[in-house]
């Protein structure tokens, strides 16, 4: 158990819905990274956040957005999905920046499926 | 050309054996190299995480980097059933963005 939790682990919804994705960090990370797993594309980086504000962002669509909130929980937003978006969808965090990073800890993900 | 290259096999491999993989890329400004171990369905494990280049053991695991060649590989010594799963090379420069190789799915058989 790597200590990061995501839920729901399981979504399925229709085309044009928007749905949340929540994610709680292990305790003491305060950093929190959002990647999406497709068989075809495999793992892409999407946006990460540290410490409540954004720092990088990746190949995120607009239509999706994410934020992290005062207590390091972060939700990733997506609307208006397509077929397109049925993924996986993981959190993972890292330490805080002070002192050598050791690599970023991954959650279970949550598994979305656009009927 | 894509920043990060790894075979995808898969890779079958009989109980004991070692394994060994391997991942190529073009960035020179990737500082931080990691492998992941991803069981079916689950969250991708973290394994190794190096920062320099040579050589780091852990226990069965070692991960070896060279820079100069851009490089990586893994090697599991004594490999176990349990062992089998997709395992991904990751790596990252200053930021914080990981780059994955798209993993290679390996076998151990009893």
């Known amino acids: 158990d790597s200590g990061v939790t995501q839920t729901p682990k399981h979504l399925i919804t229709a085309t044009g819905q928007r749905v949340t994705l929540r994610c709680s960090p292990r305790?003491?990370?305060?950093?929190v990274y959002w990647y999406q797993q497709s068989l075809d594309q495999g793992l892409q980086f999407l946006i990460q956040y540290y410490n409540g504000e954004e720092r990088a962002k990746g190949n995120i669509l607009e239509r999706f957005s994410a934020q992290q909130f005062p207590d390091l929980h972060s939700e990733l937003n997506l609307s208006s999905l397509e077929l397109g978006d049925s993924a996986l969808y993981f959190c993972a965090s890292s330490e805080s920046t002070s002192g050598r990073p050791r690599g970023q800890f991954f959650g279970p993900g949550t598994r979305l499926t656009v009927l | 050309q894509k920043e990060v290259e790894q075979d995808p096999g898969p890779l079958s491999v009989p109980e004991g054996a070692i394994v060994s993989l391997n991942c190529t890329y073009s960035n020179s400004a990737f500082q931080y190299f990691m492998w992941y171990r991803q069981y079916s369905r689950k969250g991708p494990e973290l394994l190794m995480y190096t920062y320099s280049s040579g050589n780091k053991e852990d226990g069965r695991f070692t991960a070896q980097v060279d820079k100069s060649s851009k490089y990586i590989s893994l090697f599991i010594r004594d490999s176990q059933p349990s062992d089998s799963a997709t395992y991904l090379c990751?790596?990252?420069?200053?930021?914080?963005?990981?780059?994955f190789g798209k993993g290679t799915l390996l076998t151990v058989n009893p």
């Open positions: 305790s003491g990370d305060l950093s």
């Open positions: 990751a790596m990252r420069g200053s930021n914080y963005k990981l780059t």
